[in-house]
T-cell receptor, first 115, second 111 residues
Framework: NAGVTQTPKFQVLKTGQSMTLQCAQD?????MYWYRQDPGMGLRLIYY???????DKGEVPNGYNVSRLNKREFSLRLESAAPSQTSVYFC??????????????FGEGSWLTVV | QKEVEQNSGPLSVPEGAIASLNCTYS??????FFWYRQYSGKSPELIMS????GDKEDGRFTAQLNKASQYVSLLIRDSQPSDSATYLC???????????FGTGTRLKVLA
């Protein structure tokens, strides 16, 4: 059982380049999330998707775009990478959303460095 | 005030002692609370969830919830060096699909 799968695991970008982080879950979950984690800042929500076809901004959406391609896949795009976007990115999923009290499951993370 | 607050630590305890980790939250109507453990370079993994006031025990872990005071704590009995990690408190925001995380408490168990 793969759970939540993220690609790539590591990436180095130059300032101004674009890239897409891919995420897929095989648990038939409705809700999916993108978080970034920085030292001393904890996990901060970038975007989330409550269900297929919907996306909403989290705490730190600037500089990012997302696509909920289908129920399984939720991608995060950096259009013009900046050094401030150097971080560890985690994709996560949840059966039915936070309001139901279900836990969320994380992917293994993607380490992104922007130089 | 942050929505979910934790002391960043590090909290150092000797092997075999009880480690006590605390978390406060601001949303009075929050109904469920989660503790995650995160080893360095790894993703967070769920260790405990709690929904009702009082204590919930699972092996060496006990979660305690006090909704009136808006805090949730995690006790780790008989701490082991393998418990050394960062512990994250997570609180779903009421009426939304968002989970808010604290910044985490780094625990060091000294052999």
């Amino acid at each position: 059982n793969a759970g939540v799968t993220q690609t790539p695991k590591f990436q180095v970008l130059k300032t101004g380049q674009s890239m897409t982080l891919q995420c897929a879950q095989d648990m038939n979950h409705n809700s999916m999330y993108w978080y970034r984690q920085d030292p001393g800042m904890g996990l901060r929500l970038i975007y989330y998707s409550a269900s297929e076809g919907t996306t909403d901004k989290g705490e730190v959406p600037n500089g990012y775009n997302v696509s909920r391609l289908n129920k399984r896949e939720f991608s995060l795009r950096l259009e013009s990478a900046a050094p401030s976007q150097t971080s560890v990115y985690f994709c996560a999923s949840n059966p039915t959303g936070a309001y139901s009290g279900n836990t969320i499951y994380f992917g293994e993370g993607s380490w992104l460095t922007v130089v | 005030q942050k929505e979910v607050e934790q002391n960043s630590g590090p909290l150092s305890v000797p092997e075999g002692a009880i480690a006590s980790l605390n978390c406060t939250y601001s949303d009075r109507v929050s109904q469920s609370f989660f503790w995650y453990r995160q080893y360095s370079g790894k993703s967070p993994e769920l260790i405990m969830s709690i929904y009702s006031n009082g204590d919930k025990e699972d092996g060496r872990f006990t979660a305690q919830l006090n909704k009136a005071s808006q805090y949730v704590s995690l006790l780790i009995r008989d701490s082991q060096p393998s418990d050394s990690a960062t512990y994250l408190c997570a609180v779903p925001t009421s009426g939304t699909y968002k989970y808010i995380f604290g910044t985490g408490t780094r625990l060091k168990v000294l052999a």
